[in-house]
Each structure stands twice: as C-alpha cells, then as structure tokens.
C-alpha cells in the first residue's frame, strides 16, 4: 500500500510541478496572448484524478502569477474561462491521444475568445451594449486570437508530451491516481 500512495504523491508533485512552470511561463516576456492559460487548464482537468486538484491547482497558480503581474479588469472572466476549460479537460480527455488534445485545445481556445470577449462587452464601457456593440468586440479580438491559438497548442503539445514521457520512462507514474 505504502508503494501506491507514494507513487500517488510523486505524480500529484509532477503534475502540480507541470502547473506551476507553465504559470512561471506567464511572468516570461512572450507576445501578447501566447501563454499557457489554456494548457494548465486542460492538463489538470486531464490528469487529475481528484476534480477539486484539477480546479484548484491551476487557479493557485494562475492568482499566484497574476499577483506578480498585476491583476486586470476582466480578470474574473479569464478565471470563469479557466474554470470552464478545466471542465473541457476532464470532459473532453477522458483519454489522451494527439487528437483529442488537439480538438480540447481549438475547443479552449474559441471557447476562451468568447467568454473573455463577451466579458469585455457585458461589463466594460468600450463598446455599445448592442448586439452590434458585441460583434465589435469580437472583431477588434480576432488578431490577438492568433497568438492565443498558437500558444494553447504548442503549450498543450509541450505539457501533454512531457508528461507522457515521463510516465513512459517512469511506468509506476502510469498507475498512480491522484
């Protein structure tokens, strides 16, 4: 039993390790939007057995950076976002192939342009509360939706890979349930 748990404790520090890098990653200088919000996201709604960490874990780590630097006007809607891909993790990679992290992360994506976005609209002053007032919201983002792309697939492609390697070079990782 003791082996188990202790297998079950060293992937629960891989994992939340993993979490925790990519977040340093956000106070790296990088273009704007290329991050990797939406990988810690999906990757702990992937790999954590226990929904509470899945949640948990990556929101810590996303107040602990934001904290360094600085919090922002919509930051709520980011975290509503965030949570809601965490959602998309546990429900979309159930198992994890090239190809469902690949559709969970377009998925992320679109779905973090538009809460963000809608969010910029509902409770900002830029922009009309018109429907008309929205799609302006929606296209004055589209080019930051690029570099957004870009950085939740190679970030996904990045966390997903390592972590798979490492379970194949330490297979007891493979079987511990955190």
Excluded: C
């Amino acid at each position: 039993m003791t082996n188990k748990t202790e297998n079950s404790n060293s992937n629960f520090w891989v994992l939340t390790l993993m979490v925790f890098v990519a977040a340093i990653v956000r106070i790296l200088p990088h273009p704007p939007n290329f991050a990797p919000i939406a990988a810690m996201a999906l990757f702990s709604g992937a790999y954590f057995n226990k929904k509470s960490f899945a949640f948990a874990i990556p929101m810590i780590a996303m107040i602990l950076t934001d904290a360094i630097i600085g919090f922002y006007p919509f930051a709520l809607m980011v975290y509503v976002s965030f949570a809601l891909i965490v959602l998309l993790g546990i429900l979309m990679l159930k198992k994890v192939t090239v190809k469902n992290v690949v559709l969970a992360t377009l998925t992320a994506s679109l779905s973090f342009f538009a809460v963000t976005n809608f969010g910029v609209w509902a409770l900002g002053t830029l922009y009309p509360k018109t429907f008309a007032g929205l799609m302006e919201s929606y296209i004055a983002a589209i080019p930051f939706f690029h570099n957004s792309l870009l950085g939740d697939l190679l970030f996904s492609g990045v966390m997903f890979g390592v972590y798979e390697f490492v379970k194949y070079k330490v297979p007891a990782l493979s079987q511990a349930k955190v």
